[in-house]
């Protein structure tokens, strides 16, 4: 017996380490309701010290590494290469003051939003609390598309926090140390955020393929996606707020393992490949700092005179519309106070009868029998759609949301969808 | 069979190295292949190399027992594990049979010879991502788009990196 321990001595050791890591790997996965295999989202207590362990080992010298490397690029931009900086100062500085002027202007679109939202009943989140973070390292695999940062648990971040850049969402929070974290990024395979395409509306679930591109997966064939539509975040999965921007559409592929299915392919509005800096989204809330809402006082100073003249001009316009012969029903029922028209767009202000709901905006009669004819009826929309709208069954959303609230796309009102429609 | 007998072994001369060089090179491949895809930047998509199974490789292949080659193998899969958000053990196992494998080939084949050192460390290359696709896809049955592809380009820049790297490290050898 001693004799085989010794002479197959190499072969039990590799059984046995091989054994021991077979088992390991059995105890990290587990399986769905659906009977396929899954990651555990959550790590075991032992898994995650392992990835501490690790992560502790090869943090500091990457930390060390990456400030090297920013010191050289720091005495080569702040101290060797300023030529023509007065320059760019006085560029930059006029840039500042037409920049202030616009987002007091923008400030003002946010203000209305967010009135209109709460007219049907949104809650809408802004970003209240951002933490800026540098990126020292990845996994350095490509089938494991995740990135470490310099910012961990001790400067307030916890897992499944948002991860965004200037240009559009990165990806998630997935583990949380004490001085540094790792993001997932939203083109490796295992990520998934909920999306949502600007203009057709159309709802997915957004993750990496085996070429590390972005792509929205399993959605029904739709001719009217085309490439160079905008991707947006769609809030459903509770992660990435609404609105953010994702990319673009690049191409639409057919799924090859399902009939009639089309995989959108998105070039990611983040320079995935190129992020130095990047900001965690520590927690959202609904807020102005005191700066803006100083410069939203002043915007609306000097728009007074003319919000005036609009809101005169909104009125005489709904004056007229009640006079119109035949649009009228006097024995409709009343609208909703939330009912926003349904040709609305977005970015434009809000009709009058969305602002001033109280001076009885008309009330219009369906046709009897939709016709081609009419805009917007026929086949678009069914003589009942006064009824609210199909709560969203999209994969991504969670049932405890409010289908109302995920009916409505970020930055803007989905008014197709949230008011109840009128014929004109 | 005779390749796995531990009584089976040519007369090989012992690679030794500092203790310094047997702690920091693993460790730096690991650090390396951590950091450098990313400093790359767009370039990084084309980082084809896996430093810890060229690191592995030269030092199995200079080892007289098949067990230290494995040993290091696991540690250095096992690490690069923890450092991506994948099971830990998937490349524990790819690298674990690669080191093993080295070290079996070392004790086997004139591992003084540059040329085929590079070849053993192409196959070997292969073989490892081969393995992790073997243990991702069909031993824990999760879904992984991968292409031969990527791991031929990866196979090809090990080659190209242990042309430099394996005399380099030749240099640190602790002559008698």
Redesign the interface.
Known sequence: MESFF??????I??LA??LA??I??AM??RQTAAG?????PQDGSG?RL??L???A??SP??KV??AA?MGTERLWLDYLDLRHVREQNQELQKTIDRLRLEQAALLEDARQGQRLQSLVDFQQKYIYKTVAAQ??????????R???IDKGSADGLGRDMAVITADGIVGKV??VFPHSA?V?VIN???SGAGVILETTRIRGILRG????QPQIVGILYDQRIQPGEKVLTAGGDLIFPRGLPVGVVEKVVRDPERENFIDVVVKPAA?L??LDEVLVITSTAPRFSSEQQQDLATSEQLMGPEAEAMKEQKKASAIMAERLPGLTDPNAPAVNQGAIPANAQPGQNPPAAAAIPEQGQPKLLHPQHPDRFTPGTAAEIPPDSDAAPAPDTSPETPPSVNPKSQQNAPGQTDTQQAAPRRNP | MSV????FRRNLEIRRYPMLVYALVP?AA??L???????L??F??Y?WFDLPVVVTVYFALGRP???QG??MG?AMG???D????????????AK??VG?VAA?AGTRFDVEDHTIRLILNFLLSLLSGAM?VF??RI?????????WF?ELFKAIGNSIIAVALFPALDSLQIRD
């Not at chain 1, 396929?36 to 555990?40: A, E, G, I």
């Not at chain 1, 990126?135 to 494991?144: K, N, P, Q, R, V």
């Open positions: 010794a002479r197959y001595r190499d072969l050791v590799l380490i091989l890591q077979v390991g790997l990290q996965v396929t295999n899954t990651l555990d898994v392992i990835r362990w690790a992560n080992l090869v010298p990457e590494i990456h490397k990126t020292i390292g990845s996994s350095g695999s490509d089938l494991s995740v990135f470490y997935r583990d790792q997932l490796d395979q295992t393929n085996a070429l590390g320079h490949d190129r | 796995l007998d531990a009584d460790l690991l650090v292949q951590a950091w450098l895809p990313w400093v930047g767009r990084g998509r980082a027992t098949p067990i494995t040993i696991a096992l690490f690069e923890a450092l991506s958000h994948h099971p830990i053990g998937i490349n524990g196992v674990t049979v093993f079996s992790y243990v991702y031993l824990l049955g999760l879904d992984l788009e991968w292409t990527t």
